[in-house]
């Protein structure tokens, strides 16, 4: 077993110390154990460094390892403003938008398209064949000026079909482009939001993997000072308890 009162020369000031006034090189952390051989490259695994000297070289470790979390948290930050100034794509309102750029043909096609596919249009179109029918058929009122086969009823009929047919299709073209707008604009969006979700990934695996760990050796290492800090304070009042022990024994004799 060591002796925990046995003197030992620190490698940095070559001062007497206690044993547990410090470590051995062996002991330390590998970070650590390599900035002191990085300063004493003479040194073997059983060297001693006092504790007073250790403490620097933990500071520098910790130093490093904020400065690293700093710097990666501002890489993915400096990422995060490049995407967002370089987005000069402006997300737009298109069914808005196509309302306040509508011609007036544009919106006759579509009151047209509107009224042509409802129910209204059927049952008043069927209508008015029946009411033209029965006033060519019965001649209620003594004139049949279109009798069967209806010649005048089938070209009305051609003509509307042939009116409105355009008019549909013009509506349906507009359709198209409200869908080809709404198409654009959410792969826009899709696509930044899909790189805005990747570099928030790239922040919390980095928050997971990196920094929590560090935190942890942070935390670690001001335990380790801690401890270091309680067993001098204990070493020191057992030292003043028998510098009082020997001087009342003595001012006993």
């Known amino acids: 077993m060591t002796n925990p009162n046995k003197k030992l020369y620190c490698l940095v000031d070559n001062h007497e110390y206690d044993l547990l006034d410090g470590n051995f090189i062996h002991e330390l952390d590998p970070y650590v154990k390599a900035l002191v051989k ?53 997300i737009v309102d298109v069914e808005k938008q196509l309302e306040t750029t509508l011609t007036m043909g544009q919106r ?17 179109f069927v209508g008015v064949m029946v009411v033209w029918v029965v006033i060519n058929v019965a001649r209620p009122f003594g004139a049949d000026f279109d009798p069967y086969p209806f010649i005048l009823l089938n070209l ?13 299709m013009m509506s349906q073209n507009r359709a ?15 696509l930044k939001s899909e790189e805005e979700i990747r570099l928030l990934h790239d922040k919390i ?40 022990a020997q001087a009342e024994k003595n001012h006993q004799d």
């Open 108 to 124: 006759i096609a579509d009151a047209v398209a509107r009224f042509g596919g409802s129910w209204p249009f059927v049952l008043s």
């Open 205 to 244: 695996d980095h928050l997971i993997q990196q920094d929590q760990p560090n935190n942890l050796e942070i935390q670690k290492m001001q335990m380790e000072m801690l401890a270091s800090i309680n067993t001098q304070l204990a070493q020191m009042k057992k030292e003043q308890d028998a510098d009082k």
């Open 38 to 90: 990085k300063d004493y490259a003479d040194i073997d695994e059983n060297s001693f460094i006092c504790n007073e000297h250790l403490l620097h070289y933990r500071l520098r470790k910790m130093d490093t390892i904020i400065k690293n979390d700093i710097s990666e948290n501002r890489s993915i930050n400096k990422r995060m403003n490049e995407l967002l100034s370089e987005d000069n794509y402006k």
């Open 156 to 168: 009305f009929l051609s003509m509307v079909a042939a009116i409105q047919a355009p008019l549909i």
């Open 176 to 190: 198209s482009s409200y869908d080809r707008m709404e198409s654009r604009n959410d792969y826009h969006v899709n």
